[in-house]
């Protein structure tokens, strides 16, 4: 855009809206300015100001006509058909863009050079320091991995954080930004922070030194009473109702609110925190906290689901807050539940009680862990079950709240991959040689400081096995559904491997669910510097997650023969049938289990408090079903039955097209 020097005709027209400036040859204009809508405003430094073309029409069709009114302007730049109003003290230093609306502030301020949040260090997991995470307004969960929690690997952190820190010094201005169509309203201090596109920022308290990385496919919302320093608010997110965010990395489609405090903490993509609290957390995707009196403390966690009164603690009262926990992604805790770090809890895991025996049951993912007369007991596998854990599956990617079509991190949403049917095939071993060491006729079993009971023990074994055999099943059948022949002479070619990496242990890497040998290869190129920038880093993880599917495939062939006693290409047609009658008995299995589990929800204790002033067992029954519905009605019972079905269906239909 073309600037040009205020005539004198415009500066008169100026002085007489009640505008002073000691410098009005400082002030450059568009060709098409309009002195007109300029009000008791005083310019000081270098200005550029542009057309007020526009109306805003807010609350009820009040028409606002763009221009600045009651403010203080010092060294800014207003692009076209802004709104400005009722401005306390002043806005400084600031490049606002077109379409922004500015109402009611306090002070909108850049105080020097600033990066705007990208590179503050936040103290994750150790409060004492050691996991550092550098955060900037491009940062993905699995790069924060990397930075947290490899540490053995000095190379790849020194290299990242080099990476970091030469991003964050382009980010570096003296000038802040204020992107188009943004509005502010009803706010007190904003001082050094970059505001992207479309933001909403209403009745905030302070924000200090961040970025808010809205965009106009997903604005940002920053709500009242909000205080906010040292941070990166990422596209899509929403903080609100007086949550205190401090030294913190809020991701994309995540929310802040309602009295939730969090400081050198990271919330990555659709997290959720309201009313508790949270320090140095590493927060995955889908970190859920929303009750009062919860705590997550020094722990990493992912697909969280916390109850009210969770709590941990990381302070044994001798060296300091410098212990850690880990729970692994889709795990719950109960009301009121407690763990003693160090602790490592496994994937999909539920934990009940209070725990100070520092349990690790990490081998032994979608169990419980109970307290039982202050003792820690184990029930492994019994989440597999478990009503809750699929709702929980299914709902997940249904309640994915980014809308930016650039999104960061790569989330596998799957219960069931090569990282947790690896835990469940070793998790099987491990259960046998408990039970081995012990004893056949033993009716309690100890592990890690826990006790299992034996029913339990068996019944883990049992749930374990119907998983894996899911698992391989459906990767086989997967491979042959969409086939319009199959015999004996095609299956090499239907069952060959389809990518070159997939081999070996694979690893969750904060949502991403990847083979560790390709984790590796990319921390290499890292370390090496043949990865120049940190977008290839994303670029390089996002491509990992596309061919996810892919890479799965080899990781069944590598298994293969040890779970079905033959290698993939030397099988018949008679062990396909074997195959498919094994996974349909397993799956079908499974479903009754949650068919069973599911019922619970509707038994006479469910019902208890139902029928309130009735006085019969009939009219309890009819308030239950007008509240609860019925049995058989119920969607997800519902859902389970077509499962059932479909799944016989398929196997059927697979059995006979192998026959034929």
């Known amino acids: 855009m073309s600037y040009r020097k205020l005539t004198a005709t415009e500066i008169k027209v100026l002085k007489s809206h009640g505008c002073v400036s000691e410098t009005w040859g400082r002030i450059e204009v568009s060709s098409d300015f309009n002195p007109q809508h300029y009000r008791n405003v005083t310019f000081s430094g270098a200005v550029r100001l542009g057309a007020t ?109 080099n990476s970091i820190t030469e991003y964050a010094k382009n980010q570096r201005s003296d000038l802040g930004e204020i992107g188009r169509n943004s509005v502010i309203l009803n706010s007190r201090v904003i001082l050094d922070v970059k505001i992207g596109e479309c933001a909403r920022i209403e009745g905030a308290a302070k924000l200090a030194n961040g970025t808010i990385a809205s965009t106009s496919a997903a604005p940002v919302k920053i709500g009242v009473n909000v205080v906010a320093t040292d941070f990166i608010i990422m596209s899509g997110a929403d903080v609100d109702e007086g949550a205190v965010v401090v030294r913190s990395f809020v991701g994309q489609g995540s929310r802040i609110a309602r009295l939730f405090s969090a400081h050198d903490s990271l919330f990555f ?63 719950k805790t109960t009301s009121d539940s ?43 596998g019994v989440n597999l079950k478990s009503v809750g854990t699929i709702r929980d599956s299914k709902k997940w990617p249904r309640r994915d709240r980014r809308t930016d079509h650039d999104r960061l991190d790569q989330i596998n949403f799957n219960l069931l991959s ?9 998790g099987v071993k491990l259960l046998r040689n408990i039970k081995e060491t012990s004893g056949e006729t033993a009716t309690t079993y100890s592990y890690q400081g826990m006790t299992i009971d034996a029913r339990a023990l068996d019944k883990g074994i049992q749930y374990y096995q119907y998983a894996i055999d899911k698992f391989m099943g459906n990767s086989v059948i997967s491979r042959l559904k969409d086939a319009a022949e199959i015999d004996a002479t095609k299956l090499p070619y239907l069952l060959s491997p389809i990518a070159s990496a997939g081999e070996g242990e694979w690893i969750d890497v904060a949502g991403l669910i990847a083979p560790k040998s ?143």
């Open 518 to 660: 390709e984790i590796i290869k990319l921390c290499d190129d890292i370390e090496t510097n043949a990865i120049e920038n940190i977008e290839t880093i994303n670029s390089r993880l996002r491509e990992m997650h596309l061919h996810y599917y892919n890479m799965e495939w080899n990781w069944v062939l590598e298994n293969f023969k040890s779970w079905w006693g033959k290698e993939c290409d030397e099988l018949t047609t008679d062990d396909l049938i074997e195959i498919v009658t094994r996974w349909q008995k397993s799956v079908v299995a499974l479903d009754k289990l949650l068919y069973e589990d599911a019922r619970k929800e509707f038994s006479m204790t469910s019902k208890v408090g139902f029928g309130l002033d009735a006085d019969s067992t009939k009219c309890k029954d009819v308030d239950f079903e007008q509240v609860r519905g019925e049995f058989e009605s119920d969607p997800f019972v519902t859902m389970v039955i077509n499962h059932i079905n479909d799944k016989t269906f398929l196997g059927n239909d697979l059995i006979s097209r192998i026959k034929r």
């Open 418 to 426: 090569p990282y947790t049917v690896a835990k469940m095939i070793d």
């Open 53 to 161: 073309n526009k109306t805003f029409c807010r609350d009820r069709n009040v028409v606002y006509q763009s221009g600045i009114y009651n403010a203080t302007i010092h060294n800014c730049v207003i692009g076209d058909d802004v709104y400005i109003a009722k401005i306390s003290n002043y806005i400084a230093n600031y490049n606002i863009a077109e379409g922004v609306f500015i109402e009611n502030v306090d002070r909108i301020n850049a105080t020097g050079e600033s990066t705007y949040g990208n590179g503050v260090e936040v103290s994750v997991l150790n409060e004492s320091g050691g996991r550092e995470v550098p955060i900037y307004d491009r940062l993905s969960a699995h790069v924060a991995y990397f930075i947290a929690m490899y540490r053995h690997k000095p190379q790849l952190i020194n290299s990242l954080r």
């Open 338 to 380: 407690y763990l003693l770090w160090p602790a490592h809890i496994g994937a999909f895991s539920l934990v009940m009680g209070r725990h100070v025996e520092h349990p690790d049951t990490s081998r032994l993912p979608f169990s419980y862990l109970i307290e039982k007369s202050g003792q820690s007991y184990l029930v492994p």
């Open 269 to 331: 993509a659709n997290c959720t925190c309201e009313n508790g609290e949270a320090s140095s957390v590493f927060g995955g995707p889908y970190t859920v906290s929303t009750h009062k009196s919860s705590l997550l403390i020094a722990g990493m966690f992912s697909f969280l689901n916390a109850g009210s009164g969770s709590n941990q603690s990381n302070h044994m009262y001798k060296l300091g807050p410098i212990h850690q926990g880990i729970v692994e992604r889709g795990s």
